[in-house]
């Protein structure tokens, strides 16, 4: 069996409802290979005498999965634990013959390769040329002794750092299956003993790894150790990274050393190597606000900065800041040192982020702007997303629904607090009807079997584990195809009233008797949206933009002020006029100013003034006000200002999409040539809707 069935096992291993065109889209695969992959499920069921997935090439068409089908499914998940008959995907031909280069530093020849595998020489002839292609863009080569064999030449901490990434983005994908079997085949040190060290070290120590990233830590562990066993020198370039006097202070450094006790041959690792795992062990765990390091203060002031410059930058304003506080803390410190050390992240949700919530990730990325002078570079888009994540919490605060008797549910995240944060406030906000347990991890499954009515879990959970209660899987960050799917699968299960709304499936085959349709998928899913509304965090499909929040009204040119208060009340003057704000609003902003200094000076010569909506904001705009001579607001770095922003915001949601947009403009200088040279305010109006 190969990862392809595999991971087709997963996705209908808890299904009651599903069409050819639902495996398309979450696979992200066509028509004919969706088909395919369900004729090669389809062998096996036959060759279990139970009853085959019947589907329809029409795509839309729900298939028929009986409960014997169901159960065999399930029997067939349980049976792939076992290595024999696994057959590797190609691109696990990859990693797997990586792997073989990274263990053995001496040479591996091309039958070792064979033989590993059990493929032809020309399959494997095929997959190192393409692995070398790959590895280049990594500034690794593969060098070839035409004697000996196949060998990996390139910096150490590169050659690690490719490891690592095989590791998370295949476990991101839903399957270790490859390394099982190589660690098996390897007789390398066993993964469910390693799981048992290192989670009774962890309670001792008090280290806490987030579910997904400890299996990520456990099969990393066991391969880079046996590389340091192995005699591979990191020395030189550890030594540049990283203190590691500080390092042999930490808690992280204790856990290392009573780690590598538990296996033979771990006292040859050099010391430099240790200081690396505890660096890396910082790295992915997370860190604790209750406990008393010393780098707590440090970072706790590097955490306010930030939350205080994403308040001023977004116009928001918390309402949960401690909640805030902890979340940002738990993920920010090991993310300092992974930035400080210079350690490989990979976030396998950063695209989802990006594409699901463009807005907010461009408001943190000009947030950590200034932060980037204590790394030395920019912020990875990798830790941006992660952030990102963090602080959608300020657009949480859902209310429960009230009424009838509710059914328990239990939100199932392996990813982390953010990803958790963010998919239990999306769900909340769909079924209102459900009361949602705080999200946990999987190993905690068994705790709630008894109190919950339905589980939305991440990942796969055996039907051992979650008894007869309905477990739902969903992806950490929706889209909004997934999030009408989801609706769909919990009326199937649970029953409801949204049987009674129109199917998209329905419409779409109605539509196409009649029509021509000249973008399906377009069409498909705005139907989906249609019918789903579905509340996001934020609300990036009724939000704002920069032209709906700006108008000639309230913009000017060349005004005169004589200091910073007057120019902060010329820029809300004609706001006040127009009822946008009462002039509560503006004396509030004053005040703020003068107790905690020019906070609203966001970058050089632009500032941005606001207050919270409860002071007097009574309509969304953003006034512009370009002065003919900057003045001086007190803010040594970006001082003098000579452009306003004016922003009122009446809540926390409205206005993201046009702040985005503005943090562009605030990166582009011929907008502020623009301003500096228009005549009046429509050709600023013009420039901002084009």
Same mark, same amino acid.
């Given at each position: 069996?190969?990862?392809?069935?595999?991971?087709?096992?997963?996705?209908?291993?808890?299904?009651?409802?599903?069409?050819?065109?639902?495996?398309?889209?979450?696979?992200?695969?066509?028509?004919?290979?969706?088909?395919?992959?369900?004729?090669?499920?389809?062998?096996?069921?036959?060759?279990?005498?139970?009853?085959?997935?019947?589907?329809?090439?029409?795509?839309?068409?729900?298939?028929?999965?009986?409960?014997?089908?169901?159960?065999?499914?399930?029997?067939?998940?349980?049976?792939?634990?076992?290595?024999?008959?696994?057959?590797?995907?190609?691109?696990?031909?990859?990693?797997?013959?990586?792997?073989?280069?990274?263990?053995?530093?001496?040479y591996v020849s091309l039958p070792d390769f064979i033989d590993a595998m059990q493929v032809s020489r020309s399959t494997?002839?095929?997959?190192?040329?393409?692995?070398?292609?790959?590895?280049?863009?990594?500034?690794?080569?593969?060098?070839?002794?035409?004697?000996?064999?196949?060998?990996?030449?390139?910096?150490?901490?590169?050659?690690?750092?490719?490891? =690592?990434?095989?590791?998370?983005?295949?476990?991101?994908?839903?399957?270790?299956?490859?390394?099982?079997?190589?660690?098996?085949?390897?007789?390398?040190?066993?993964?469910?003993?390693?799981?048992?060290?290192?989670?009774?070290?962890?309670?001792?120590?008090?280290?806490?790894?987030?579910?997904?990233?400890?299996?990520?830590?456990?099969?990393?562990?066991?391969?880079?150790?046996?590389?340091?066993?192995?005699?591979?020198?990191?020395?030189?370039?550890?030594?540049?990274?990283?203190?590691?006097?500080?390092?042999?202070?930490?808690?992280?450094?204790?856990?290392?050393?009573?780690?590598?006790?538990?296996?033979?041959?771990?006292?040859?690792?050099?010391?430099?190597?240790?200081?690396?795992?505890?660096?890396?062990?910082?790295?992915?765990?997370?860190?604790?606000?209750?406990?008393?390091?010393?780098?707590?203060?440090?970072?706790?002031?590097?955490?306010?900065?930030?939350?205080?410059?994403?308040?001023?930058?977004?116009?928001?304003?918390?309402?949960?800041?401690?909640?805030?506080?902890?979340?940002?803390?738990?993920?920010?410190?090991?993310?300092?040192?992974?930035?400080?050390?210079?350690?490989?992240?990979?976030?396998?949700?950063?695209?989802?982020?990006?594409?699901?919530?463009?807005?907010?990730?461009?408001?943190?990325?000009?947030? =950590?702007?200034?932060?980037?002078?204590?790394?030395?570079?920019?912020?990875?888009?990798?830790?941006?997303?992660?952030?990102?994540?963090?602080?959608?919490?300020?657009?949480?605060?859902?209310?429960?629904?009230?009424?009838?008797?509710?059914?328990?549910?239990?939100?199932?995240?392996?990813?982390?607090?953010?990803?958790?944060?963010?998919?239990?406030?999306?769900?909340?906000? =769909?079924?209102?009807?459900?009361?949602?347990?705080?999200?946990?991890?999987?190993?905690?499954?068994?705790?709630y079997i008894g109190q919950v009515d339905i589980i939305f879990s991440t990942n796969y959970i055996a039907a051992d584990?979650?008894?007869?209660?309905?477990?739902?899987?969903?992806?950490?960050?929706?889209?909004?195809?997934?999030?009408?799917?989801?609706?769909?699968?919990?009326?199937?299960?649970?029953?409801?009233?949204?049987?009674?709304?129109?199917?998209?499936?329905?419409?779409?085959?109605?539509?196409?008797?009649?029509?021509?349709?000249?973008?399906?998928?377009?069409?498909?899913?705005?139907?989906?949206?249609?019918?789903?509304?579905?509340?996001?965090?934020?609300?990036?499909?009724?939000?704002?933009?920069?032209?709906?929040?700006?108008?000639?009204?309230?913009?000017?040119?060349?005004?005169?002020?004589?200091?910073?208060?007057?120019?902060?009340?010329?820029?809300? &003057?004609?706001?006040?006029?127009?009822?946008?704000?009462?002039?509560?609003?503006?004396?509030?902003?004053?005040?703020?100013?003068?107790?905690?200094?020019?906070?609203?000076?966001?970058?050089?010569?632009?500032?941005?003034?606001?207050?919270?909506?409860?002071?007097?904001?009574?309509?969304?705009?953003?006034?512009?006000?370009?002065?003919?001579?900057?003045?001086?607001?007190?803010?040594?770095?970006?001082?003098?200002?000579?452009?306003?922003?004016?922003?009122?915001?009446?809540?926390?949601?409205?206005?993201?999409?046009?702040?985005?947009?503005?943090?562009?403009?605030?990166?582009?200088?011929?907008?502020?040539?623009?301003?500096?040279?228009?005549?009046? &305010?429509?050709?600023?109006?013009?420039?901002?809707?084009?």
């Amino acid at each position: 069996m190969d990862n392809e069935l595999m991971t087709l096992l997963r996705f209908l291993s808890k299904k009651t409802y599903v069409t050819l065109k639902d495996i398309e889209l979450y696979f992200n695969i066509t028509t004919r290979q969706a088909s395919y992959r369900l004729d090669k499920l389809n062998d096996l069921l036959q060759s279990a005498q139970v009853p085959q997935l019947s589907y329809s090439t029409s795509a839309r068409k729900p298939m028929k999965l009986s409960k014997e089908t169901g159960a065999a499914i399930e029997a067939l998940l349980t049976s792939a634990n076992v290595n024999e008959g696994y057959y590797f995907s190609k691109k696990e031909r990859l990693i797997y013959i990586y792997l073989l280069l990274f263990l053995d530093l001496e040479y591996v020849s091309l039958p070792d390769f064979i033989d590993a595998m059990q493929v032809s020489r020309s399959t494997v002839l095929m997959d190192l040329k393409e692995l070398t292609q790959i590895l280049e863009e990594h500034h690794i080569k593969i060098k070839n002794n035409r004697v000996k064999g196949y060998y990996l030449v390139g910096s150490e901490m590169e050659i690690r750092r490719y490891m =690592m990434r095989d590791v998370i983005y295949t476990l991101a994908e839903g399957s270790g299956k490859v390394f099982d079997v190589f660690i098996d085949k390897q007789q390398l040190d066993i993964f469910d003993y390693s799981r048992l060290v290192i989670s009774e070290l962890a309670q001792t120590y008090h280290i806490r790894f987030v579910e997904d990233r400890l299996a990520e830590f456990i099969y990393i562990f066991i391969f880079l150790k046996a590389r340091m066993q192995r005699g591979k020198d990191a020395s030189a370039e550890i030594e540049q990274i990283m203190d590691l006097q500080i390092m042999t202070s930490m808690k992280e450094y204790e856990f290392t050393r009573a780690l590598l006790k538990n296996y033979k041959n771990a006292d040859g690792i050099k010391e430099s190597d240790v200081n690396y795992i505890a660096a890396w062990i910082l790295g992915i765990s997370f860190g604790d606000i209750n406990e008393d390091t010393k780098d707590c203060i440090v970072i706790s002031d590097l955490i306010g900065k930030i939350m205080t410059r994403f308040e001023y930058l977004s116009g928001t304003h918390y309402k949960n800041t401690e909640e805030i506080f902890i979340q940002l803390y738990s993920h920010f410190r090991p993310a300092y040192y992974r930035l400080i050390f210079k350690l490989p992240i990979f976030n396998p949700l950063r695209e989802k982020v990006k594409e699901e919530y463009p807005e907010l990730y461009r408001l943190v990325a000009e947030t =950590m702007k200034p932060f980037q002078v204590m790394f030395g570079e920019a912020l990875p888009d990798d830790e941006i997303a992660y952030l990102a994540m963090h602080f959608s919490m300020i657009y949480s605060g859902k209310q429960d629904h009230k009424g009838a008797p509710q059914k328990v549910a239990l939100v199932v995240c392996s990813h982390g607090i953010g990803s958790s944060a963010i998919l239990y406030n999306e769900l909340k906000a =769909m079924f209102p009807e459900f009361h949602f347990l705080p999200p946990t991890e999987s190993l905690q499954v068994h705790a709630y079997i008894g109190q919950v009515d339905i589980i939305f879990s991440t990942n796969y959970i055996a039907a051992d584990v979650s008894g007869h209660i309905p477990v739902i899987k969903v992806s950490p960050i929706m889209s909004t195809a997934e999030r009408y799917q989801v609706f769909r699968e919990v009326y199937v299960q649970m029953g409801g009233s949204f049987l009674k709304q129109p199917s998209v499936d329905v419409v779409m085959n109605i539509v196409s008797k009649y029509a021509d349709i000249k973008e399906e998928e377009g069409l498909y899913h705005e139907l989906i949206a249609y019918f789903s509304h579905v509340d996001t965090l934020p609300q990036t499909q009724s939000a704002l933009t920069l032209s709906d929040m700006v108008n000639a009204k309230i913009i000017q040119l060349q005004a005169a002020a004589r200091n910073w208060e007057e120019a902060v009340r010329i820029g809300f &003057a004609p706001m006040v006029k127009e009822g946008y704000i009462t002039q509560n609003y503006v004396e509030e902003t004053i005040r703020s100013v003068k107790t905690i200094g020019p906070y609203i000076v966001i970058t050089q010569h632009v500032a941005l003034p606001h207050a919270r909506p409860e002071a007097g904001a009574l309509k969304e705009a953003l006034g512009i006000t370009v002065l003919k001579e900057p003045v001086v607001f007190g803010n040594e770095a970006n001082d003098p200002v000579k452009y306003i922003f004016s922003l009122s915001a009446v809540n926390n949601e409205n206005h993201i999409r046009a702040m985005a947009k503005l943090m562009e403009l605030l990166n582009d200088q011929a907008f502020f040539r623009l301003l500096d040279e228009a005549k009046n &305010a429509e050709e600023i109006l013009q420039y901002i809707n084009q």
